[in-house]
């Protein structure tokens, strides 16, 4: 098989290019407890040492088919936390790889998959979460969609393992179906039919399927609404309901479109109660800006394993300056609630995130960012505030196949 494969690269029916990075950084964490306790130290500073392993990116296209792959990862090493006295030190490694594909068969018909997974030592890095517990864990997720002129399949799935304690994991999956009845390039009807599961440890904690009959058109050039109505049938536990309603609506631009400006896709939907999706995407030159707010019930990570109404919102920009750099700013909010009295721990989190990056040389370039965090429980366990400022220097080499 790996004989296979060299020879899969090394043919001339493989083109695409690979790249390697690597690199050495610095980071410095300032924790504060809110609201601190008499006798705590007002704020607990963690300075980290950052070896960026090479990350390695592969991307091609053998035998028609476009192939991605990435990988990695960092060893870090930190002094002893301010206030708590003398210790050893601290260690920690953290990793990710990821893979796509996509193909596609005779006119009309294309097929993409994509995966990752995270192993990651501190939670709290995980962008927009309300998860309430730290700890290592691993983060994976992983997609597969099929669309014909006739027939289009989705598949979604992701989840969490922890590696501290006993082994525990929630994960969530979704997948759906539409045939559609008639299709031209103004209109189309279809029947659909999708389905959810959330689960802790294989234990169903929520099922709900859904059959639908549905509409397409376009309102304007570029812009496309769709309407879903439909029955529902959901189980929480062992408890099973009778059906009940289900509707939904969507306006959105065509994804991936080359040359467009602006993107735009709001889906608002009654199904597991209210749920909504919003996402704007906008480029003008070398600047762009985005924003995007959701309200959905899933599960998340490690200490909430029954399924939450979970709210999200971002709004970020950024801008490539003279002298090849890059700047970007981002602001974001998430937080969870109860659904159907199913009992959480609530939490909320705001984050600020701010970077610059500069190519100093072509193989060289620069990173600096700072983030601050604070995340707040609604019961009796404190809340808390982590400003991290961070610098890293990378070198990278790129070549083609």
Do not use: K
Not at 5 to 24: D, H, I, K, N, R
Not at 363 to 392: M, V
């Amino acid at each position: 098989m790996a004989v296979a494969l060299c020879a899969a690269l090394v043919s001339p029916v493989f083109a695409g290019e690979w790249s390697a990075t690597a690199g050495w950084g610095l980071r410095l964490d300032q924790h504060r407890v809110i609201p601190s306790t008499p006798g705590d130290p007002s704020a607990r500073v963690a300075p980290w040492t950052q070896l960026l392993l090479p990350a390695l990116q592969l991307a091609g296209e053998p035998l028609g088919a476009r192939i991605g792959v990435a990988a990695s990862g960092r060893l870090e090493l930190g002094a002893p936390v301010t206030g708590e006295g003398q210790g050893p030190l601290r260690r920690g490694s953290a990793g990710e790889v990821s893979t796509s594909v996509a193909r596609t068969f005779g006119p009309g018909v294309r097929f993409t998959a994509a995966g990752s997974a995270a192993r990651s030592r501190d939670l709290l890095d995980v962008d927009q979460a309300t998860v309430s517990d730290d700890g290592d864990a691993l983060r994976m997720s992983a997609s597969a969609s099929a669309d014909s002129r006739w027939l289009e399949g989705r598949w979604h799935a992701h989840g969490w393992r922890s590696e501290s304690g006993p082994p525990s994991d929630t994960r969530s999956l979704e997948w759906g179906a539409r045939a559609f009845l008639d299709r031209s390039p103004l209109a189309a009807a279809f029947l659909g039919g999708r389905e959810r599961r959330m689960e802790h440890d294989r234990e169903i904690q929520l099922l709900a399927r859904t059959a639908l009959l549905g509409v397409q058109r376009d309102v304007v050039p570029g812009l496309g609404l769709t309407l879903e109505l439909g029955a529902v049938r959901e189980q929480i536990g062992l408890e099973r309901e009778q059906p009940r309603p289900a509707y939904g609506v969507e306006l959105a631009s065509p994804r991936g479109e080359a040359g467009r400006a602006t993107q735009l896709r709001v889906r608002a939907t009654h199904e597991l109660g209210n749920e909504f999706e919003v996402e704007l995407a906008h480029r003008s030159g070398r600047a762009n800006a985005w924003a995007r707010a959701s309200s959905r019930v899933d599960v998340e990570g490690l200490g909430n394993v029954g399924p939450a109404v979970i709210q999200l919102a971002a709004l970020g920009a950024g801008d490539t300056l003279a002298a090849a750099t890059v700047l970007g700013i981002e602001a974001s909010v998430a937080r969870n609630r109860p659904y159907r009295g199913v009992q959480i721990e609530p939490t909320a989190a705001v984050r600020l995130s701010a970077w610059v990056e500069r190519r100093v040389r072509p193989w060289l370039s620069c990173r600096a960012g700072w983030d601050l965090l604070q995340r707040d429980y609604e019961d009796a366990a404190p809340g808390f505030r982590r400003s991290r400022f961070e610098i890293q220097l990378l070198a990278s080499s790129r070549s083609h196949l």
